[in-house]
Protein backbone atom coordinates (compact mmCIF):
# COMPACT_ATOMS: atom_id res chain seq x y z
CA UNK A 1 0.00 0.00 0.00
CA UNK A 2 1.20 3.69 -0.32
CA UNK A 3 0.82 5.17 3.22
CA UNK A 4 1.12 8.80 4.28
CA UNK A 5 1.91 9.22 8.07
CA UNK A 6 1.84 12.46 10.13
CA UNK A 7 3.54 13.05 13.40
CA UNK A 8 6.07 10.36 12.19
CA UNK A 9 8.93 11.97 14.17
CA UNK A 10 6.64 11.36 17.61
CA UNK A 11 6.55 8.07 18.95
CA UNK A 12 3.86 6.14 17.63
CA UNK A 13 4.09 7.81 14.44
CA UNK A 14 8.28 7.07 14.06
CA UNK A 15 6.83 3.01 14.65
CA UNK A 16 4.23 3.09 12.35
CA UNK A 17 7.25 4.55 9.80
CA UNK A 18 9.09 1.66 11.15
CA UNK A 19 6.74 -1.05 10.84
CA UNK A 20 4.63 0.15 8.05
CA UNK A 21 8.41 -0.17 5.88
CA UNK A 22 9.25 -3.64 7.67
CA UNK A 23 5.73 -4.75 5.92
CA UNK A 24 6.44 -3.53 1.95
CA UNK A 25 4.49 -0.41 1.95
CA UNK A 26 5.37 2.61 0.22
CA UNK A 27 5.38 5.30 3.12
CA UNK A 28 5.69 9.22 3.14
CA UNK A 29 6.43 10.63 6.00
CA UNK A 30 5.40 14.16 6.74
CA UNK A 31 7.60 15.88 9.32
CA UNK A 32 8.53 19.26 10.16
CA UNK A 33 12.52 18.86 10.43
CA UNK A 34 13.21 15.75 8.56
CA UNK A 35 16.74 15.71 10.92
CA UNK A 36 14.32 14.02 13.97
CA UNK A 37 13.15 11.45 11.64
CA UNK A 38 15.72 8.46 12.31
CA UNK A 39 13.87 5.77 10.53
CA UNK A 40 15.46 4.95 6.62
CA UNK A 41 14.78 3.08 3.64
CA UNK A 42 14.17 2.84 -0.40
CA UNK A 43 10.19 3.32 -0.01
CA UNK A 44 10.86 6.14 2.13
CA UNK A 45 9.37 9.91 0.95
CA UNK A 46 10.29 12.34 3.65
CA UNK A 47 7.71 15.22 3.09
CA UNK A 48 9.06 18.59 5.17
CA UNK A 49 5.61 20.56 5.86
CA UNK A 50 4.68 22.91 8.95
CA UNK A 51 1.27 21.81 8.56
CA UNK A 52 -0.68 25.25 8.33
CA UNK A 53 -2.43 25.17 4.68
CA UNK A 54 -3.70 22.60 3.31
CA UNK A 55 -3.35 23.11 -0.03
CA UNK A 56 0.72 22.63 0.78
CA UNK A 57 -0.36 19.00 2.41
CA UNK A 58 -2.31 17.78 -0.57
CA UNK A 59 0.57 16.41 -2.65
CA UNK A 60 1.81 14.38 0.71
CA UNK A 61 -1.65 12.92 0.76
CA UNK A 62 -3.02 12.56 -3.34
CA UNK A 63 -3.60 8.76 -4.26
CA UNK A 64 -2.54 7.07 -0.98
CA UNK A 65 -4.22 4.18 -0.28
CA UNK A 66 -4.85 5.36 3.16
CA UNK A 67 -3.14 8.19 5.67
CA UNK A 68 -2.23 7.53 9.69
CA UNK A 69 -1.84 10.12 12.08
CA UNK A 70 0.01 9.94 14.96
CA UNK A 71 -0.32 14.27 16.07
CA UNK A 72 -1.46 15.26 19.12
CA UNK A 73 -0.43 17.36 22.40
CA UNK A 74 3.13 16.00 23.82
CA UNK A 75 2.25 18.16 26.86
CA UNK A 76 -0.89 20.28 28.55
CA UNK A 77 0.45 23.55 27.07
CA UNK A 78 0.37 21.88 23.36
CA UNK A 79 -3.50 21.41 23.85
CA UNK A 80 -5.96 22.38 20.57
CA UNK A 81 -3.03 21.16 18.25
CA UNK A 82 -4.60 17.66 17.43
CA UNK A 83 -7.90 19.50 16.61
CA UNK A 84 -5.94 21.96 14.89
CA UNK A 85 -3.98 20.15 12.72
CA UNK A 86 -6.17 17.00 12.10
CA UNK A 87 -8.76 19.95 10.70
CA UNK A 88 -5.63 20.74 8.08
CA UNK A 89 -5.01 17.21 7.30
CA UNK A 90 -8.77 16.24 6.50
CA UNK A 91 -8.92 19.57 4.48
CA UNK A 92 -6.09 18.04 2.16
CA UNK A 93 -7.55 14.25 2.11
CA UNK A 94 -10.79 15.56 1.30
CA UNK A 95 -9.61 17.91 -1.99
CA UNK A 96 -7.82 14.73 -3.37
CA UNK A 97 -10.52 12.00 -2.19
CA UNK A 98 -8.22 10.27 0.03
CA UNK A 99 -11.05 8.85 2.11
CA UNK A 100 -9.16 6.34 4.55
CA UNK A 101 -7.91 7.58 7.92
CA UNK A 102 -6.66 6.55 11.12
CA UNK A 103 -5.55 8.76 14.43
CA UNK A 104 -4.29 8.20 17.83
CA UNK A 105 -6.53 9.47 20.07
CA UNK A 106 -6.48 8.50 24.18
CA UNK A 107 -8.87 6.14 26.08
CA UNK A 108 -10.63 8.56 28.37
CA UNK A 109 -11.82 10.13 25.04
CA UNK A 110 -14.18 7.22 25.06
CA UNK A 111 -16.59 5.05 26.73
CA UNK A 112 -15.59 3.42 30.43
CA UNK A 113 -15.55 0.08 29.89
CA UNK A 114 -18.10 -1.74 31.34
CA UNK A 115 -17.61 -3.52 35.03
CA UNK A 116 -14.34 -1.51 35.64
CA UNK A 117 -13.55 -2.14 39.00
CA UNK A 118 -13.32 1.43 42.10
CA UNK A 119 -9.43 1.38 41.29
CA UNK A 120 -9.78 1.46 37.84
CA UNK A 121 -12.51 3.77 37.95
CA UNK A 122 -10.70 5.99 40.34
CA UNK A 123 -7.32 6.53 38.26
CA UNK A 124 -9.29 7.31 35.02
CA UNK A 125 -11.22 10.43 36.63
CA UNK A 126 -7.88 11.14 38.07
CA UNK A 127 -6.21 11.26 34.68
CA UNK A 128 -8.95 12.62 32.77
CA UNK A 129 -8.56 15.82 35.41
CA UNK A 130 -5.15 15.76 35.50
CA UNK A 131 -5.23 16.01 31.23
CA UNK A 132 -8.19 17.54 30.96
CA UNK A 133 -7.45 20.22 28.47
CA UNK A 134 -5.48 17.74 26.70
CA UNK A 135 -8.75 15.33 25.88
CA UNK A 136 -10.83 18.17 25.53
CA UNK A 137 -8.27 18.70 22.09
CA UNK A 138 -9.01 15.30 21.40
CA UNK A 139 -12.80 15.41 21.46
CA UNK A 140 -12.34 18.32 19.05
CA UNK A 141 -10.54 16.43 17.21
CA UNK A 142 -12.72 13.30 16.91
CA UNK A 143 -15.57 15.80 16.38
CA UNK A 144 -13.68 17.08 13.55
CA UNK A 145 -13.72 13.19 12.24
CA UNK A 146 -17.03 12.77 12.94
CA UNK A 147 -17.75 16.07 10.38
CA UNK A 148 -16.11 14.57 7.60
CA UNK A 149 -16.41 12.80 4.79
CA UNK A 150 -13.49 10.46 5.44
CA UNK A 151 -13.69 6.85 6.85
CA UNK A 152 -11.88 7.38 10.02
CA UNK A 153 -11.10 5.37 13.18
CA UNK A 154 -9.95 6.82 16.10
CA UNK A 155 -7.32 4.43 17.89
CA UNK A 156 -7.90 4.95 21.76
CA UNK A 157 -4.87 3.51 24.07
CA UNK A 158 -4.75 4.01 27.61
CA UNK A 159 -1.20 5.23 29.25
CA UNK A 160 2.04 4.77 26.29
CA UNK A 161 5.11 2.47 27.13
CA UNK A 162 8.47 2.88 25.55
CA UNK A 163 8.39 -0.57 24.97
CA UNK A 164 9.46 -3.23 22.39
CA UNK A 165 6.38 -4.90 19.97
CA UNK A 166 4.57 -7.76 21.36
CA UNK A 167 1.70 -7.87 18.93
CA UNK A 168 -0.61 -8.52 21.36
CA UNK A 169 -3.23 -6.74 22.82
CA UNK A 170 -6.86 -6.43 22.87
CA UNK A 171 -8.96 -4.04 20.84
CA UNK A 172 -12.81 -3.29 21.46
CA UNK A 173 -14.67 -1.03 18.82
CA UNK A 174 -16.87 1.33 20.50
CA UNK A 175 -15.41 0.35 23.81
CA UNK A 176 -12.68 0.17 25.58
CA UNK A 177 -10.55 -3.40 26.86
CA UNK A 178 -11.28 -3.69 31.26
CA UNK A 179 -8.44 -3.31 32.82
CA UNK A 180 -6.47 -2.11 30.25
CA UNK A 181 -4.28 0.22 31.45
CA UNK A 182 -1.20 -0.06 29.44
CA UNK A 183 -0.03 -0.92 26.05
CA UNK A 184 3.48 0.15 23.96
CA UNK A 185 3.79 2.40 21.42
CA UNK A 186 4.75 0.06 19.33
CA UNK A 187 1.90 -2.01 19.71
CA UNK A 188 -0.45 0.83 19.33
CA UNK A 189 1.38 1.29 15.69
CA UNK A 190 0.72 -2.20 14.54
CA UNK A 191 -2.92 -2.63 15.53
CA UNK A 192 -3.21 1.34 13.48
CA UNK A 193 -1.67 -0.30 10.67
CA UNK A 194 -3.85 -3.78 10.83
CA UNK A 195 -6.97 -1.77 10.90
CA UNK A 196 -6.19 -0.36 7.43
CA UNK A 197 -8.12 -2.85 6.24
CA UNK A 198 -10.86 -3.81 8.87
CA UNK A 199 -14.01 -2.61 7.54
CA UNK A 200 -15.83 -2.73 10.96
CA UNK A 201 -13.51 -0.15 12.89
CA UNK A 202 -14.15 2.34 9.98
CA UNK A 203 -16.37 5.41 11.83
CA UNK A 204 -15.89 3.98 14.90
CA UNK A 205 -13.43 4.44 18.32
CA UNK A 206 -11.51 1.72 18.84
CA UNK A 207 -9.77 0.91 22.48
CA UNK A 208 -6.52 -1.11 22.75
CA UNK A 209 -4.67 -2.14 25.59
CA UNK A 210 -2.82 -5.58 26.65
Do not use: C
Not at 3 to 13: D, H, P
Not at 17 to 45: F, I, S, W
Not at 81 to 94: C, F, N, S
Amino acid sequence: MNLTVFGATGGIGREIVRQALGAGHRVTAVVRDPARLDVTGDALEVFRADLADPEELRAAVSGRDAVLSGLGARSRKDAGVATRLTRTVLRAMEAEGVRRLLVVSAGPVGPAPEGDGALDRAMRGLVSAVLKDVYTDLRGMEAELARSGTDWTSVRPPRLQNKPLTGHYRTVVGGFPRQGRFIARADVAHAMLAMIDDGGTVKQGVGVAY
